[in-house]
């Protein structure tokens, strides 16, 4: 194929008048020649000019080929001066010589094999273990459920157990470990789950740049919230009565579509009507170190598969995961549910564990409001209250405000290195 093209490309620079000669191989259908990366005409100029005048170029290491100035030995007679010619015009013509450059030829850099099937074997195994989670058959054509556990927070040990029973995990793991079929399973999942979840805490994931930005995020979702509550007030059947104005708006009385026009104007600055603001875009340097840019990128879009629970690790040492398929109400409940085991069962009402759990809880709160605000009819009433109940009740237990719950930041590292001696 790299013979070809350059067969192509000197037949074109003949078929548009800018070499006389014809520099294409008519032996190039019969031919059985393989050219590899770096052989190519314009490449030995290139190599050339790095040996005689210090040229510096990334071309050869980034396409993974090795600088050559002399032509190939194996190639036959006729192709050897056919190329001799080809580097001629380059260094004689210089229409040819502009365009026989880097910039304008075919890189032909394909990933290798070696590191394909590596891939293939990685995103099938991530995609493996995600099925264990898959609770109403949207991971698969036929819309079958395909779980393997249940809803909630699990330990990666114990998804290394099921992924342990499971004869195709093992079998692909196999694969994925060069042949080794006596691989670490609990390493290998531990691995895969870590470079696909992000922590649900905010100020797990970002750096303090990040939260300043992430605040500024969250207060254009409070404002947008705002703006569809005005909107649900909106109607043309409305009737103004008295003078109306943003200051004197009492939040609940119907409003006329002019009105709630204004009224949304005025979000930002009572006294100044402006729009809501754009958020600003997050760069990798306002992520904390993990896989958290490359998962979540500038906008911050939530591309994992798990979400992890730092800070909350059980008797693997490794934190909890949950699924990031949930809605913001079965993470909820998922959460909750982790909050009450391990006071419980474990630790009680000291356990470190429990505040990042309550933390979460808080985040949570809004997209509850947004999201889940309908009375369930389990509990009687809309489960953002219910939530917003269990994290008032708890916080308080703590003796802490829920501001001082959602404030919560992880324990500062201990410092090593010797004492000094008195």
Not at 161 to 173: M, N, S, T
Not at 206 to 219: F, H, N, Q
Not at 223 to 251: C, F, H, K, M
Not at 310 to 319: I, M, V
Request: net charge negative; with cysteine.
């Amino acid at each position: 194929m790299i013979r070809l093209q350059e067969d192509l490309d000197w037949e074109c620079y003949r078929l548009y008048g800018l070499i006389a000669d014809d520099l294409a191989d008519p032996q190039w259908e019969a031919r059985d020649l393989p050219v590899a990366l770096g052989e190519r005409a314009f490449e030995i100029v290139l190599a050339r000019k790095m040996r005689d005048d210090g040229l510096h170029t990334t071309w050869f290491e980034r396409h993974r080929s090795t600088p050559i100035t002399e032509l190939p030995a194996h190639w036959p007679a006729d192709y050897r001066s056919l190329v001799e010619r080809r580097i001629a015009a380059i260094e004689e013509n210089p229409k040819i010589a502009l365009i026989e450059q880097p910039e304008y030829k075919r890189r032909w850099n394909d990933t290798p094999w070696a590191e394909k099937v590596t891939a293939a074997l990685h995103s099938w195994l991530l995609d493996r273990l995600e099925s264990y989670f898959d609770f109403d058959g949207r991971m698969n054509d036929a819309g079958t459920p395909t779980a393997q556990v249940e809803m909630g927070l699990i330990s990666v040990a114990k998804l290394a157990d099921v992924a342990a029973k499971d004869a195709q995990f093992r079998a692909v793991g196999t694969l994925y470990r060069d042949g080794n079929d006596d691989f670490d399973g609990s390493k290998l999942v531990a691995e895969l789950v870590a470079a696909e979840s992000v922590p649900l805490l905010s100020v797990l994931r970002y750096k303090p740049s990040g939260l300043d930005k992430r605040t500024a995020w969250e207060r254009t979702w409070d404002l947008q919230r705002r703006e569809d509550a005005i909107d649900a007030r909106a109607t043309v059947n409305s009737i103004l009565i008295g003078d109306w104005s943003p200051q004197t708006d009492d939040g609940v009385s119907p409003l006329t579509p002019n009105q709630a026009k204004v009224l949304k104007q005025h979000l930002v600055d009572p006294n100044n009507p402006q729009p809501i603001p754009v958020p600003p875009k997050y760069k990798p340097a306002d992520f904390l170190p993990g896989p958290f840019w490359r998962l979540r990128g500038g906008l911050d879009v939530p591309k994992e598969r798990w979400v992890s629970f730092p800070h909350c690790e059980g008797a693997d040492g490794l934190p909890p995961v949950a699924w990031a398929g949930c809605d913001h109400l079965q993470l909820a409940k998922a959460v909750a549910a982790e909050y009450v085991r391990v006071q419980e069962d474990e630790g009680g009402r000291g356990d470190p564990r429990l505040a990042p759990l309550l933390a979460g809880l808080v985040q949570l709160l809004p997209w509850l409001r947004q999201w889940h605000n309908e009375v369930d009819p389990e509990y009687g009433m809309p489960m953002s209250d219910y939530f917003e109940g269990f994290v008032q009740d708890e916080a308080k237990e703590m003796g802490k405000t829920v501001e001082e719950v959602r404030g919560w930041t992880p324990p500062a590292k201990a410092k090593g290195g010797r004492r000094k001696r008195t």
